[in-house]
C-alpha cells in the first residue's frame, strides 16, 4: 500500500508527531517561531476529545501541562526562547516531581527578545541546565520533518518511561522549512503509555525506589491518592530535610537516565568509520555538514559526520571513541560555543577541536564548514 | 456529635507546621467542613497550593494534593481541571502567593470562569519568609521590609477577583468560625470561579510588628470590623471606611470555561 | 442535656488561648504553655473553642 504522504512544516510535523503520540493536552502562549504547532493542536485536539488551552503566560502555559499531566494526559507545550526561560521554573517542578510531559523549543536568537525570526541553536545549554538545581535531563534534536514527527513520538515514548520532561529542540529553519514527510500508519512507530501501579492504592508510594530507579506514577483523579510537592521529599511524596532521604532521591533520579544512557540515546554516523575529520553538529546544521562531506569527499577528503539526535543525555561514549580516532573535530553550530564545550569535555584532548559559532540570524553553508575543514588539514 | 475531622486528614501528620494562634488552622477545619457538607468525593477532589504558610494545606489532607511553585496554584489547577472537568479542585494560598507572584493567573482563571473553588487566606503579609509586606499590608503597616511604614497601596482582593471576572465572590475572616464553611461551601456548589477571601491573623510576623498585643486581639478587631454585606448596603461610603464587609459579596451565572470548551469540541467535532 | 465533654488533645495544643479567650463560662484556662479545662461542668456546648482552636487540639463531644 502506498505510504500517506503529506508536506509539512517542522512545527506542523511536530505537532502530528505528538497527536500520534497520543497527546491530548497541549497547554500554550503565542510566540514566534514556535506558534504553528499551537496553531495546529487548536485546530486538531478537539476533533479527537483532546484539550487545547492558551494560557495567560509562559509559565502557566507549563503549570497547565502539568497539572493535566497528573490526571494522566499525555501533555505538550511549545515555545521559544524567551518563553523558555520562563518555564525553567516549572520544568524544575516537572524534574523533581517525575512528571511526565513534552517542551518543544523552536530556538530563536537571544539572548532576551533577540531574533524572534532569526535560527538560532543557542539554547543547547538551557535545554540541559537552564532551571537550577542538579537534575537530569533528555533533549532530541531532530533535523528534518520527516525526523520532527518521529521524534516527537520518541519524546513522548521517553517522557512517559522515564518520567520527566522531555524536550524537543528545534529551530527557526527546520520548525518552518516543508518537506514531503511520509506519515506512518497506526502502529508503525512504537507508542509507551503510563501504567498504572502495580500495587494497591493503599501501598502506593508515588517515589517508591522499590520499583527501581522509576517509580510508577499514578493519575490524580483515580483510586490512588497521593500527594506531590516541588520541595525535596521522601519516597511517600511528603516534605523531608532528612540527609539521607534527600540524598537518595537526588541521586535516583540522575542515576534513572545515566543508567539508561544505551536507551536513550541516538545518534547519526555518516562516512565515520575512515574518517580524519569528523563534524559533530545537530539539526539544521547537520544538513549543511552532510552537505560539506558530501562534497568533500568528492575532492577526496576522508571526512565524517557524527549527529546527536538525542542531544542530553550528550553521547559522550562514543565520540570519546572517535576522537581516538581522527585527526580534528570540527563543531559547527549556530552559537558562539556551546556544544564544543561538551565535545571539549569528552574528548580530553584526543584531538584538535575547532568550532564555528553563527550567531548573525543566518546558517552555517556548507562553504562556510568546507573552508574550515580545509584550513584545519 | 463532634465533627470527625480525621476522616479527611492524613494519618500522623499533625500537629501542622503554622505558628501558635496562626489562623490558618481555623480556615482549614472550616474548609474540611465544607467538603463534607458537600460530600465531596476524595478520590475525585484535587486540592492545589502554591508556596507559603497557607499553601503546607494539601500535605495534611487525604485528597489528590498538589503543592507547586510560588504563585502558580490557579495554573496548575487550570490543567487539572480542563483534563478532567469532572473532578472537584480546590486552591488554597496566601494573599502574597495568590495576588502579587499569582496575580496573573489569578485573575485569568477568574476570567475564564473555569469551575474550582479557590479559598485565599489573607494574613496581610508574607510569613514564611519572615514578615515581609504583601500587595495586601495596610498602607503605613509595619513590616521587615516596611521598617519605617509601608508606602504601598492595598489590593482588594474581593473587589480584584470581581473585576477580573470571577461569578462568585465571599469575603469573611478568621474569626468568622462557622461563615467560612458557609461560604466555601456555597463557593464549592457554584458552578463557575468562586473566590473565597478569608482574612486571617499571623500573630508572628505581622502582629507583633504592628501593636497587636496578642492574637486574640487580632482576632477581636475582625470582630470589631465586620460588617454583613446587607447591613454594609445601608451605610455610608464613609461609614463603611474601615470596615470589612463579610458574606456574599457578589454572584452571577456565566458560562463556565470547560462546558464552553466542550462547545468547542462540538464544533470541531460537527455534531 | 448531659454536659458535653471536652477533649484536649495536648499533643496538638500550641498555647494560643484563643479558646480561653472566647470561652463565654470560662471552662478553659492555659496552664503555661498548654490549655486546661478547669471548670469542665460549666461547658455549654457552644462550640465556641473549638471552631477557633486553629490546631485540632480541642474536641467537644455532645453525644
Known amino acids: 500500500m502506498a505510504k500517506k504522504v503529506a508536506l509539512l512544516q517542522g512545527n506542523e510535523a511536530c505537532a502530528y508527531g505528538a497527536l500520534y503520540a497520543g497527546c491530548d493536552f497541549f497547554g500554550g502562549y503565542p510566540i514566534t517561531p514556535s506558534t504553528e504547532v499551537a496553531e495546529v493542536l487548536a485546530k486538531e485536539l478537539p476533533k479527537t476529545g483532546g484539550k487545547f488551552i492558551q494560557m495567560e503566560d509562559e509559565i502557566a502555559a507549563m503549570a497547565s501541562v502539568l497539572g493535566a499531566a497528573l490526571t494522566g494526559s499525555k501533555a505538550l507545550t511549545a515555545s521559544s526562547g524567551p518563553g523558555i526561560s520562563l518555564k525553567q521554573e516549572l520544568i524544575g517542578y516537572a524534574c523533581i516531581a517525575e512528571i511526565p510531559c513534552v517542551i518543544v523549543n523552536v530556538m530563536r536568537g537571544g539572548p532576551s527578545t533577540g531574533m524572534p525570526t532569526g535560527p538560532s541553536q543557542s539554547d543547547i545549554m538551557q535545554a540541559r541546565w537552564g532551571t537550577h538545581g542538579d537534575h537530569a535531563a533528555i533533549a532530541v534534536a531532530p533535523a528534518s520533518c520527516q525526523e520532527i514527527f518521529s521524534e516527537t513520538v520518541r519524546a513522548f515514548n521517553l517522557a512517559e518511561t522515564y518520567r520527566m520532561p522531555v524536550q524537543v529542540l528545534l529551530d527557526e529553519i527546520n520548525g518552518h522549512m516543508r518537506e514531503r514527510i511520509e506519515l506512518p500508519e497506526p502502529g508503525e512507530l512504537e507508542i509507551l503509555n503510563r501504567q498504572a501501579p502495580p500495587v494497591s492504592p493503599e501501598q502506593y508510594l508515588p517515589f517508591d525506589p522499590s520499583f527501581g530507579d522509576v517509580p510508577p506514577l499514578a493519575a490524580f483523579g483515580s483510586e490512588y491518592r497521593f500527594h506531590i510537592t516541588g520541595l525535596n521529599k521522601a519516597a511517600d511524596g511528603f516534605p523531608t530535610t532528612k540527609a539521607r532521604l534527600v540524598d537518595a532521591e537526588e541521586r535516583r533520579q540522575i542515576r534513572k537516565v545515566e543508567a539508561n544512557r544505551d536507551k536513550i540515546e541516538k545518534n547519526e554516523e555518516y562516512m565515520v568509520d575512515d574518517a580524519e575529520i569528523l563534524i559533530v553538529a545537530i539539526g539544521t546544521i547537520s544538513r549543511s555538514a552532510r552537505h560539506a562531506v558530501n562534497e568533500l569527499r568528492k575532492q577526496g577528503q576522508k571526512v565524517g559526520l557524527f549527529r546527536p539526535i538525542t542531544l542530553w543525555p550528550f553521547p559522550e561514549r562514543r565520540i570519546a571513541e572517535l576522537a581516538g580516532q581522527v585527526k580534528a573535530i570540527i563543531v559547527p553550530e549556530m552559537n558562539l560555543g556551546q556544544m564544543i564545550l561538551e565535545v571539549e569535555r569528552v574528548t580530553k584532548g584526543a584531538c584538535d577541536l575547532h568550532g564555528i559559532g553563527r550567531v548573525d540570524g543566518e546558517p552555517i553553508s556548507p562553504s562556510q564548514i568546507m573552508d574550515k575543514v580545509k584550513e584545519v588539514c | 456529635m463532634a465533627f470527625d475531622y480525621d476522616k479527611y486528614l492524613r494519618p500522623g501528620k499533625l500537629p501542622h507546621i503554622w505558628c501558635p494562634g496562626c489562623g490558618h488552622g481555623i480556615v482549614f477545619k472550616g474548609l474540611l467542613r465544607a467538603i463534607d457538607a458537600c460530600e465531596l468525593e476524595k478520590n475525585r477532589t484535587a486540592i492545589v497550593s502554591g508556596i507559603g504558610c497557607a499553601s503546607r494545606l494539601p500535605g495534611y489532607v487525604d485528597f489528590n494534593t498538589l503543592h507547586t511553585a510560588h504563585g502558580r496554584a490557579a495554573a496548575f489547577a487550570t490543567g487539572i481541571k480542563m483534563a478532567q472537568p469532572d473532578m472537584n479542585v480546590l486552591v488554597v494560598g496566601g494573599d502574597g502567593d495568590g495576588v502579587a507572584i499569582g496575580g496573573n493567573h489569578f485573575i485569568h482563571a477568574c476570567r475564564r470562569n473555569i469551575d474550582m473553588t479557590y479559598v485565599i487566606l489573607n494574613n496581610f503579609i508574607y510569613g514564611m519568609t519572615g514578615g515581609q509586606f504583601s500587595p495586601c499590608t495596610p498602607t503605613g503597616d509595619k513590616a521587615s521590609t516596611t521598617p519605617y511604614g509601608n508606602p504601598d497601596p492595598t489590593f482588594d482582593i474581593s473587589k480584584l477577583a470581581i473585576g477580573a471576572g470571577a461569578t462568585f465572590v465571599a469575603r469573611t475572616t478568621a474569626y468568622h468560625a462557622t461563615q467560612i464553611d458557609k461560604l466555601i461551601a456555597e463557593g464549592i456548589r457554584h458552578k463557575g470561579m468562586a473566590i473565597i477571601e478569608v482574612l486571617d491573623d499571623c500573630p508572628t510576623t505581622y502582629g507583633r510588628r504592628n501593636k497587636f498585643r496578642s492574637v486574640v486581639d487580632m482576632m477581636k478587631r475582625f470582630k470589631e470590623l465586620a460588617v454583613p454585606v446587607a447591613k454594609a448596603a445601608t451605610m455610608s461610603k464613609e461609614e463603611l471606611e474601615g470596615k470589612i464587609v463579610t458574606g456574599i459579596l457578589h454572584r452571577e451565572e456565566r458560562p463556565e470555561y470547560c462546558e464552553q470548551y466542550a462547545e468547542v469540541v462540538k464544533r470541531a467535532q460537527n455534531l | ?63
Open chain 3, 1 to 63: 442535656m448531659n454536659t458535653p465533654r471536652l477533649e484536649i488533645i495536648e499533643q496538638y495544643c500550641k498555647g494560643c488561648s484563643i479558646c480561653v479567650e472566647f470561652c463565654p463560662t470560662n471552662v478553659l484556662e492555659m496552664d503555661g504553655f498548654l490549655v486546661k479545662a478547669i471548670r469542665p461542668d460549666a461547658c455549654i456546648g457552644c462550640m465556641q473553642c473549638e471552631l477557633r482552636c486553629p490546631d485540632f487540639a480541642i474536641r467537644v463531644h455532645k453525644d
